[in-house]
């Protein structure tokens, strides 16, 4: 009888308005090696809207459980980094290119998700929300046209004195290491990923610890994009936990300090000088600004070679 | 329960000739095959993953990868093999970790017969052993004499254990008398013609991958055991299923009731496929919950292996050092 009741309030409501019918949670999860796993250690933590909003007072209100990934999650990503980086820097800078494009196109048709989920996470309204997503799609074009570029600026011909070609050809430096900042949860963001992938570097994303939906929901995006997996490996939780194993990891090649604060920076920088990891240091910067190429020519390694100019 | 004697001892011939009568003659060769219970396919997979579940952490995960180390046969298999890379994979197997000398050095290395003398030389006084695969590896299929030949021929450059394929044709068309004379005469191949009287051990892969069943891998265990097999050996790490963990606990139970039914002690060689230290420390859980400590020992458990070692190692300097490490940091081989 009681089950027959139910049934029908389930039928009224339906038919009559249905906004009420029982929504659909999503089950957020960390993106590694072109998966989407949940995080190994089988923890979460809650995401609320930003506190800092007008209204907030302080407490935002509930939107997801994300992920709270362990160090074996992080040392999963680098092995799963680590596999993908031969295919991705072998890969024409013209393929590359046209991926990053891909991504572009991917986020303009999930504008709406993404606006709604940046506005959340950073507490703007509907159209500043919209502007932050423009200017990550654009972001993504931009630095998609720097893929066959970058040779030409960190790249030369050097005169020697002997009858050589001497040449410098910048290399991608190997597996990245990204703290994405705190403060930009997607323009932020999608500005460490572009510069460090483009040039073919594969990468472990923290994602915000604060907002990392935006980085979650990105990794949906990245996986229909024709990425391979393991270029882009997205992890959420506490910043601190997973930055200390991937500074001190062997086989991270630099790492991208963006996300840390200065006393969480000066102790990873001393454990990535352990095996010599490029470091890029954390500065304050206008992610709506024209980025420049700092970021594009920080992962790089120059390679030279000499070439007998013969007769 | 009879006491124990190592399969490659002289007692254990006697107590194999106390088996003579299942071995006679074919048909009772394969009434005693079938006559073996079934294998419940179902709770031997469960019982392999539940195995597989146990947490191996700090100290004892520290013995087990040094443990797992010395197990290893570091093997090279390759058409491509030449005397160097044998010779960069003994240096290998006496120092696996250059930059921590107290890694212990691996059981054995297993080569193809002819790098024997090269793995010899290269070994010399470092007490690890030498393999030599032998019998037409890894298919079989050469006629016995060639076979014979094979194994002698390695036995006289010097190898002290002897891989050998069974002929899975024949063990699949159900002549097995055909697998058990073929394994004793193997066997008598090994003995050492020095007239010392010694022998290489002899370890029969029975390439489980094409034996399709689980009561197949337990009867074909049992078949070299009673023909005289010092180790049982999954697979040749050449055809698509190598070893699993549900197969080598097949393996493993039956050198348990093996022993208790004639005392004679076999070893257990699981090979090809296993790549990762959570893959062996699993193996070595099996093991000690099947066998119990008597074969947790390089002498009764080997892992045929070669990108195994430097995960191994990798995790070993995790351990020693609190850093991740990475593939830069192990020899490329």
């Keep these: ?311 | 329960m009879p006491t124990t004697v190592p399969a490659y001892g002289k007692e254990a011939a006697e107590r194999l000739a106390s088996m003579a009568d299942v071995t006679a003659d074919d048909g009772a060769l394969r009434r005693f095959l079938h006559g073996l219970p079934g294998v419940d396919a179902v709770g031997l997979q469960a019982r392999a993953a539940t195995l597989g579940t146990r947490s191996i952490k700090t100290t004892a995960k520290a013995y087990a990868i040094d443990l797992a180390i010395s197990m290893i046969d570091l093997t090279t298999l390759e058409g491509a093999d030449t005397p160097g890379k044998v010779r960069a994979l003994c240096a290998k197997g006496i120092n696996p970790d250059p930059t921590d000398r107290t890694a212990p050095k691996v059981a054995a290395i297993c080569v193809y017969g002819d790098m024997v003398a090269t793995a010899k030389e290269a070994l010399t006084g470092s007490g690890i052993q030498v393999a030599a695969v032998a019998t037409a590896f890894p298919s079989g299929r050469a006629s016995l004499p060639v076979k014979l030949a094979d194994t002698r021929d390695a036995v006289a450059a010097g190898a002290d254990e002897i891989d050998m394929v069974i002929d899975r044709g024949a063990f699949l068309s159900g002549r097995y008398l055909d697998v058990f004379e073929e394994i004793r005469q193997v066997k008598e191949a090994c003995v050492r013609e020095d007239g010392s009287g010694t022998a290489a051990h002899l370890k029969v892969i029975f390439e489980t991958g094409e034996l399709q069943t689980y009561d197949n891998v337990r009867r074909a265990s049992w078949l070299a055991m009673l023909a005289g097999a010092d180790f049982i050996k999954t697979s040749t790490g050449k055809v698509a299923v190598n070893a699993t963990p549900p197969v080598t606990l097949v393996l493993l139970e039956a050198v348990r009731d093996f022993r208790a039914a004639t005392g004679v002690q076999v070893g257990v060689k699981p090979a090809g496929g296993i790549r990762t230290t959570k893959d062996a420390i699993k193996y070595l859980v099996m093991v000690n919950e099947t066998l119990g400590d008597e074969w947790l020992s390089p002498e009764w458990f080997r892992f045929g292996a070669s990108s195994l070692l430097n995960d191994l190692l990798m995790q070993r300097q995790k351990l020693s050092t609190g850093r991740y490490s990475g593939p830069d940091y192990v020899t490329v081989d």
């Excluded at chain 1, 049934?7 to 989407?36: E, P, Q």
């Excluded at chain 1, 931009?142 to 790249?155: C, E, P, R, V």
């Excluded at chain 1, 920080?298 to 030279?304: D, H, P, S, V, Y």
């Design chain 1, 1 to 311: 009888m009681a089950a027959r009741a139910a049934c029908t309030a389930w039928r009224h409501t339906s038919m009559s308005d249905r906004n009420d019918r029982l929504s659909v949670l999503k089950t957020y999860k960390l993106f590694v090696g072109g998966k989407f796993p949940r995080s190994e250690s089988g923890r979460v933590y809650e995401v609320t809207t930003a506190t800092s909003a007008a209204g907030a007072a302080g407490k935002g209100t509930w939107l997801a459980n994300a992920p709270l990934a362990s160090r074996k999650d992080a040392r999963d990503a680098v092995v799963a980094a680590r596999k993908a980086f031969g295919g991705w820097s072998g890969a024409t800078a013209y393929n590359r290119g046209q991926i990053l494009y891909r991504v572009a196109e991917m986020l303009e048709g999930r504008r709406d998700q993404f606006a709604r989920e940046v506005g959340d996470a950073e507490g703007l309204g509907k159209s500043k929300a919209a502007a932050v997503v423009d200017a990550a799609i654009d972001r993504w074009v931009w630095y998609a046209g720097w893929s066959d570029k970058t040779a030409q600026i960190a790249g030369s011909a050097n005169p020697v004195a002997g009858p050589y070609f001497n040449l410098s050809a910048p290399e991608p430096t190997g597996v990245v290491a990204l703290l994405a900042p705190q403060d930009s949860s997607f323009l932020g963001l999608v500005s460490v990923i572009a510069p460090a992938i483009v040039t073919g570097n594969t990468t472990v994303v923290a994602a915000a610890e604060g907002a990392p939906l935006p980085a979650l929901s990105l990794a949906e995006v990245l996986a229909t994009s024709d990425l391979p997996g393991g270029v882009v490996n997205v992890l959420s939780g506490r910043t601190a936990e997973i930055a200390a194993p991937l500074a001190a990891h062997q086989d991270v090649n630099a790492i991208d300090l963006a996300g840390a604060d200065a006393e969480l920076a000066t102790e990873l920088e001393k454990a990535a000088a352990d095996n010599l990891k490029r470091v890029l240091r954390p500065q304050p910067v206008d992610w709506a600004a024209d980025p420049g190429t700092a970021r594009l020519l920080a992962f790089l390694e120059t390679k030279t070679v000499w070439h007998p100019m013969g007769v």
